[in-house]
C-alpha cells in the first residue's frame, strides 16, 4: 500500500506521478490506441470511470422513482451553487443546479467565504426528504417532497450547525444516516489547515431538524473530514477521510462501533482505499455507499487526470466501485478500477453513430480531437486558444442524423457555439445556428442527411468530454 509522503518529498513524487501518467500516453493518437503494457491506461474507449462528464466532488447518491440522483459539489474548489445529476439508467447523466441551496439563499453573517458543499441527501421516517450541505464553514438544512425538489431552507433561514458550535474546527461535511427503526443521527466537523479534524455526532428528532440530545465528540482514529455511517450486521461502520485532497495523500478509511454513537475504533484493516498509481486513481475519499442489485458500492471522487493540472486548479471527478462487505459486517479491500458493473445501470451509455474525428489541434497529445469521440469522461478534446476552433465528424457515408449531444468541459459555463454539415468536407451549410448555450447534455437538432458535421466553437474556451451524434 502507499503510504502519505512528508514534505519536499511529496511534491517531488506528485510531480513524478504526473510525468509517468503523461509519458505514458503521449504516444496515443487514436480511440483505438492499444492500452499500456501493464494494462492501464486511463484513456481507453469506453471506460465507465469517471462516471460524470465533469469536475464534481463530495458526491452523495439516492434512487426515488425509478431514477437516480447524484448531489455534488461543484469543482474547481466549490461553487455558489450545488450540481444534480440525474439518470434513468445510471450511465446517461443530466445536469441541473436547484434553487435551493445557493451561497445567497443559505448565508449568516459567520458563515465565511467558502462555497456550497458537501452534501447529504435522506429520506426520513416522515416520508419527506432532507439535505445536509456546508456553505461556507456552516452546515444548513433544506426539505423537498423528492429529490427533484423544489428544495427550500427548512430551519428558518438560520444554520442548523453554526461556525461557532467548535470553532477550532470546520463545521462542514455533514451526513444524516436514518437506522432501520428509523430513527436519525447527524455527523460532522473536519480539521483546519488539513490536521486536526474532529467528527461530531447527535441523534435528531422526528423533524430531522432539531437535535435530540447534546452533540458528541466521536472522533477515531486519523479521521480529518467526510464522515458517513452504515449498520452492517450487529456492526455501525464510520467511513470517513483523512489526509489532503489536493495532494496524493488523501483516502478513506473506517472505524467500528455497537451504536450510532459509537465509541468508534479504526478497524485493523483501514484505510479501504487510497491512492494507486498503477490503476491511475489519485487520492480518493468523501464518499457516500449504496446498495444496487444485492451488493453494495462506493461513490467517491478522485483527482482529474492528468494530475497534477497546473496552478491552484483543484479538479476531482466522481467514480464508482464495488465495496466488498465480509460475512462478519466488516469492509475489504476496494479494488479501484476503470468502471465497475453495478446491478440497475447499464452496461454501456447509450451509443451515437460512429465517427472520425478531426478539426482544431489539442493543446497537447492527451487532447486531441479524438478525445471528444472515446467514450471516456477522462479524456477530453482541449484546442489551444484561437479565435475560433472547430471539430469535425466523418460519419464515413451520409446518413440521416437527428441531434447531437454534447459533454463540455464545465456543464455550468456558456458556450457560443454552431453547427455546419457537408456531403464532400469542402462545401457547407449552416444547420444550427451560432447561439449560447449551457449544461450537460447539450442537445441541438438537426434533422438532416449528411456525411460530416463541423461543430464551431467562437470566442468561448472550448473542450468538450464527449460528442455524441444521432
Known amino acids: ?178 437506522d432501520g427503526d428509523g430513527s436519525a443521527y447527524l455527523y460532522w466537523g473536519s480539521g483546519l489547515n488539513w490536521v486536526n479534524g474532529h467528527c461530531f455526532a447527535v441523534k435528531l428528532k422526528p423533524d430531522m431538524v432539531t437535535f435530540d440530545g447534546t452533540p458528541r465528540d466521536v472522533t477515531p482514529e486519523h479521521y480529518f473530514e467526510a464522515p458517513f455511517m452504515m449498520r452492517s450486521g450487529a456492526h455501525y461502520l464510520l467511513s470517513y477521510s483523512d489526509g489532503n485532497t489536493t495532494k496524493d495523500t488523501y483516502k478513506v478509511r473506517y472505524a467500528i462501533g455497537d451504536t450510532p454513537l459509537g465509541p468508534f475504533h479504526e478497524a485493523a484493516d483501514s484505510p479501504i482505499l487510497q491512492t494507486d498509481v498503477a490503476a491511475d486513481v489519485i487520492s480518493p475519499g468523501h464518499h457516500a455507499v449504496f446498495r444496487s442489485g444485492g451488493a453494495s458500492h462506493i461513490l467517491y471522487h478522485r483527482q482529474a487526470l492528468p494530475f497534477v493540472p497546473g496552478g491552484e486548479l483543484v479538479l476531482r471527478q466522481v467514480a464508482v466501485d464495488r465495496l466488498p462487505i465480509r460475512p462478519d459486517g466488516t469492509l475489504g479491500i476496494v479494488t479501484p478500477t476503470q468502471g465497475t458493473p453495478v446491478e440497475g445501470f447499464a452496461a454501456r451509455r447509450e451509443p451515437g453513430l460512429p465517427w472520425r474525428a478531426t478539426g482544431s489541434p489539442g493543446v497537447d497529445p492527451l487532447h486531441g480531437p479524438e478525445r471528444a469521440a472515446d467514450d471516456n469522461y477522462a479524456t477530453l478534446w482541449r484546442p489551444a486558444p484561437v479565435a475560433r476552433s472547430e471539430l469535425i465528424a466523418d460519419l464515413g457515408r451520409r446518413r440521416p442524423t437527428t441531434m447531437s449531444a454534447l459533454r463540455p468541459e464545465y456543464p455550468t459555463r456558456t458556450y457560443r457555439l454552431a453547427i455546419d454539415v457537408s456531403d464532400d468536407g469542402r462545401t457547407w451549410r449552416r444547420a444550427v445556428p451560432m447561439a449560447d448555450h449551457q449544461g450537460s447534455p447539450i442537445e441541438l437538432p438537426h434533422a438532416v442527411t449528411t456525411r460530416y458535421l463541423r461543430l464551431v466553437f467562437d470566442r468561448s474556451d472550448p473542450a468538450l468530454w464527449e460528442w455524441t451524434i444521432r
Open 1 to 178: 500500500m502507499i503510504q502519505p509522503i512528508p514534505g519536499k518529498a511529496r511534491s517531488r513524487t506528485i510531480v513524478a506521478i504526473a510525468c509517468a501518467l503523461f509519458s505514458a500516453v503521449t504516444e496515443l493518437v487514436a480511440p483505438a490506441a492499444a492500452p499500456a503494457a501493464d494494462g492501464v491506461d486511463w484513456t481507453t474507449p469506453h471506460d465507465a470511470n469517471p462516471l460524470l462528464p465533469g469536475y464534481f466532488a463530495d458526491p452523495t447518491i439516492v434512487r426515488d422513482g425509478g431514477r437516480w440522483y447524484i448531489f455534488a459539489t461543484i469543482d474547481p474548489w466549490g461553487d455558489d451553487r450545488l450540481g444534480l445529476w440525474t439518470s434513468a439508467d445510471g450511465r446517461d447523466w443530466r445536469f441541473s443546479v436547484p434553487a435551493w441551496p445557493t451561497k445567497q439563499a443559505a448565508t449568516s453573517p459567520t458563515s465565511g467565504d467558502s462555497k456550497v458543499w458537501a452534501p447529504s441527501v435522506v429520506k426520513a421516517a416522515n416520508g419527506a426528504w432532507y439535505m445536509y450541505v456546508s456553505v461556507g464553514s456552516e452546515v444548513w438544512v433544506g426539505t423537498a417532497p423528492s429529490p427533484a425538489g423544489p428544495w427550500r431552507d427548512a430551519h428558518g433561514g438560520t444554520p442548523l450547525i453554526a461556525k461557532s458550535f467548535a470553532p477550532r474546527y470546520h463545521m462542514i461535511d455533514a451526513e444524516a444516516f436514518v
